[in-house]
C-alpha cells in the first residue's frame, strides 16, 4: 500500500525540471571545478547602479507591506541587492546566506546605507530555527536550485507577519548559456521556465497569491574578463575555451529579461 510518502506534491514537476537540468555526468567528470560557487563581487550593491533602474514590483510590494523602522528577512540575500533598496523604510534587515563572502558584502553596503543587520550563515530553511519572525521576508533570485521547494516556502510564511515576496526570472537566468553548451559539449540544454511553476505551487499550496511581471529591456553588457570567467564556470570548462565564450559574448543579441514578482500574507 502507498504510504503518504508517495503521494504527490505540488513541486513535483519542479523537482523533474531539476534532475532533467542536472548537469551531465559527463561534463562533470572532465570538470576542472565541479560545483561552480557564486561570486560575491558580482552580486555587490550598486546603489547607484539601483537608483538608475526602473523600480521593481517586488519593491514596491515589500514597501507596501513594510511598516517604518519594520524588520524584514532577506532569504539569499548575497550582496542585498534584495533588501537595501528598501532603506530607509526598515529598521533592520536579516540577511540569509551560505556563503560568507555574501554576508560579508551584504555587511559592508549596509553600513554604507546605514542600516542595522543580523547575518545568519547556512541554508534555508535548515537555519530558519535560528530567525526570529520579521514583517516582511523577501527572497530574490535564490530557489533556482532549490528541491524542496515547499519546505523553504513554508518557513518563509512562518517567519513573516505581513508579507512574503519573492522576485524570480521567467526562465532560469543560464539559459542564455545554452548555445554555448552546444558548441562545447555538443548538449541540448532546456529552457525550463521557472516563475510560472513556482506560481503554481505556491497556489497549490493554499497561498493567496499576487503576482505582477516586469520586462527589463535588453541592455548591452561589457565583457570583461569576468563575465567570461563567470560563463567559463557555469560551463565547466577550463580557460582553453575563452576565446569561444568571449566571440559568443561579444556578438550575441543583448536579451530582455522578464522577471515577476510573487507575493502573498505571512503567518507569523
Ligand atoms: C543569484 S544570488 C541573488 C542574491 C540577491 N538576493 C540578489 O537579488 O542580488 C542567490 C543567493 O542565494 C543564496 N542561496 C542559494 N540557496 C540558498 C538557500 N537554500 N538558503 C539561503 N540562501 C541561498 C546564494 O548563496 C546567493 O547568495
Redesign the pocket.
Known amino acids: 500500500m502507498a504510504g503518504d510518502d508517495d503521494a504527490p506534491r505540488p513541486g513535483d514537476g519542479w523537482r523533474d525540471a531539476l534532475r532533467r537540468s542536472a548537469v551531465p555526468q559527463s561534463v562533470l567528470d572532465r570538470a576542472p571545478e565541479r560545483e561552480p ?2 561570486e560575491p563581487e558580482r ?1 555587490r550593491w550598486k546603489p547607484e547602479e539601483d537608483a538608475a533602474q526602473p523600480v521593481r514590483p517586488s519593491r514596491r510590494r515589500a514597501l507596501e507591506a513594510l511598516p517604518a523602522g519594520g524588520t524584514v528577512l ?9 533588501s537595501l533598496g528598501l532603506v530607509p523604510v526598515p529598521g533592520l534587515i536579516v540577511g ?4 560568507p563572502g ?1 554576508l560579508e558584502s551584504f555587511e559592508a553596503s549596509a553600513r554604507g546605507a546605514g542600516v542595522a543587520t543580523r547575518s545568519v550563515l ?5 537555519v530558519a530555527d535560528q530567525v526570529e519572525p520579521a514583517d516582511v521576508a523577501v ?5 533556482y ?2 528541491a524542496e521547494i515547499e519546505d ?1 516556502v513554508a518557513a518563509l510564511t512562518a517567519h513573516a507577519r505581513r508579507r512574503v515576496v519573492i ?1 524570480i526570472s521567467a526562465h532560469s537566468p543560464l539559459a542564455g548559456l545554452n548555445p554555448l553548451w552546444k558548441l562545447i559539449h555538443g548538449v541540448d540544454r532546456p529552457d525550463p521556465a521557472v516563475a510560472d511553476p513556482l506560481h503554481a505551487i505556491l497556489v497549490a499550496m493554499g497561498y493567496d497569491v499576487g503576482r505582477e511581471d516586469m520586462v527589463l529591456p535588453a541592455r548591452p553588457q561589457e565583457v570583461t574578463q569576468s563575465v567570461v570567467e563567470f560563463a567559463r564556470r557555469r560551463l565547466y570548462v577550463g580557460p582553453e575555451r575563452d576565446t569561444d565564450i568571449e566571440q559568443f559574448l561579444r556578438t550575441r543579441e543583448p536579451q530582455e529579461h522578464r522577471v515577476v514578482a510573487l507575493w502573498w500574507p505571512g503567518t507569523a
Open positions: 560557487s557564486l552580486f532577506d532569504v539569499g540575500v548575497g550582496g542585498g541587492a534584495s540569509v546566506d551560505p556563503l555574501m547556512g541554508r534555508w530553511p535548515d527572497c530574490h533570485h535564490a530557489v536550485r532549490v523553504f522576485e
